[in-house]
């Protein structure tokens, strides 16, 4: 969270926030609800209102989304992103190149999509969908009641979350579940290997 301490611009005057030209690096403070964000260069965004879209631009940029910014749609696109949400129902959408997504605590009923390329996901949140998509992603799940669907790609999935569905998808996997035997309950964790040959399974 070091980008944090950047100087941010802040914007109250237009629903279209345009960030300026690429390579840039401007840093920008969105208090706009509904405001579409669109960003050029190696941006990093801060957004603290609702019903927001932010489109990235296709270098790497930054995104953190607070939790007073429910029903935000978080685009990525061909850099290698950092999207961060604290936000209730925001939909994250990795896309293209090696993005770092994070879903903290308070993050409920988000849906993650990783996209093309090389992903790290980190979900803290319960009751959230994850879409790894291609490639050879790393999941990490700490909540419960969350979808987990890896896709194609050498994929490893780490799970510590209660009532999780986890899908390895194509291509050789590793799975390990940590949900069950941590929290000694007698509600498992559902594991669907389907086309996941071979696989390294551990409990």
């Given at each position: 969270?070091?980008?944090l301490?950047f100087d941010l611009?802040?914007f109250?005057?237009?629903?279209t926030?345009?960030?300026g030209?690429d390579?840039n690096g401007v840093r ?6 509904g405001?579409?964000?669109i960003g050029?260069?190696?941006t990093?965004?801060?957004n603290?209102r609702?019903?927001?879209?932010i489109?990235c631009?296709?270098v790497?940029?930054h ?9 935000v749609?978080?685009?990525g ?5 950092y ?10 959408y990795g ?7 994070y879903n ?13 390329d090389?992903d790290?996901?980190d ?5 959230v ?14 909540g419960e009641?969350?979808?987990v669907?890896?896709?194609s790609?050498d ?6 979350g209660?009532?999780a569905?986890?899908?390895?998808g194509d291509d050789?996997?590793?799975i390990?579940?940590y949900?069950?035997?941590a929290q000694?309950?007698?509600v498992?964790?559902k594991?669907?290997l389907l086309?996941t040959l071979?696989i390294t399974f551990q409990?």
């Amino acid at each position: 969270m070091e980008a944090l301490n950047f100087d941010l611009q802040r914007f109250a005057i237009v629903p279209t926030l345009l960030t300026g030209e690429d390579g840039n690096g401007v840093r920008y403070w969105n208090t706009i609800p509904g405001a579409e964000v669109i960003g050029f260069g190696n941006t990093f965004f801060v957004n603290h209102r609702a019903g927001c879209v932010i489109q990235c631009s296709n270098v790497d940029s930054h995104v953190y989304n607070d939790t007073v910014a429910p029903n935000v749609v978080i685009n990525g696109d061909g850099g290698n992103d950092y999207l961060i949400n604290d936000g209730t129902n925001v939909k994250i959408y990795g896309n293209g190149g090696q993005d770092k997504l994070y879903n903290h605590e308070l993050g409920k009923n988000t849906k993650i999509y990783g996209g093309a390329d090389d992903d790290y996901i980190d979900n803290r949140a319960d009751k959230v969908f994850i879409d790894a998509g291609t490639n050879n992603d790393y999941v990490w799940n700490n909540g419960e009641n969350v979808d987990v669907t890896c896709g194609s790609g050498d994929d490893t999935v780490r799970n510590s979350g209660l009532r999780a569905v986890i899908n390895g998808g194509d291509d050789e996997d590793s799975i390990r579940n940590y949900g069950f035997m941590a929290q000694h309950s007698t509600v498992a964790t559902k594991m669907i290997l389907l086309k996941t040959l071979p696989i390294t399974f551990q409990w």
